[in-house]
């Protein structure tokens, strides 16, 4: 039971590694599989990652935030879903805090968040 236990571990643990690092404050693009009758296509969800929860576990999900039409839209990903086709890290924001739903009751230059200056 145990070694089942450890390759079911090791499977996520590699899919994971496929998707770049990236925590609550960054700007992310989430590349969707949508499929609509027969067809499938690939949807871009780009936003502020606002929260990530089970960080350890393989019910991970991050909640991304992006404002589409003056309305602000937030979706819920499971990290290990087969309909992700993969994540883009678009910049790295600086936070101090893990859950970022203060951003729900801002809007434009409030909900800004200070970009992560990362020293090379």
């Known amino acids: 039971m145990s070694e089942l236990i450890k ?3 090791a499977t996520i643990e590699n899919r ?3 998707y770049p690092d990236f925590k609550s404050g960054d ?3 989430v590349h969707v599989k949508i ?3 027969n067809k499938e296509r ?3 969800f780009q936003g502020t990652v606002m929260q990530r929860r089970n960080v350890n576990g393989a019910g991970e999900t991050f909640t991304v935030r992006k404002i589409s039409n003056g309305i602000g839209v937030e979706r819920v990903f499971p990290i ?9 890290l678009i910049r790295r924001g600086k936070v101090r805090r893990s859950r970022l739903f203060f951003l729900r009751g801002r809007q434009g230059k409030a ?3 200070k970009e992560l200056k990362t020293t090379k």
Do not use: D, F, M, Y
Request: charged share 30%.
């Open 35 to 37: 499929r609509e009758g």
């Open 42 to 44: 690939i949807q871009q």
């Open 27 to 29: 700007t992310i693009n």
């Open 111 to 113: 909900a800004r968040i």
């Open 16 to 18: 994971k590694s496929e």
């Open 80 to 88: 290990l879903s087969p309909s992700i086709a993969k994540i883009e």
């Open 7 to 9: 390759l079911v571990e």
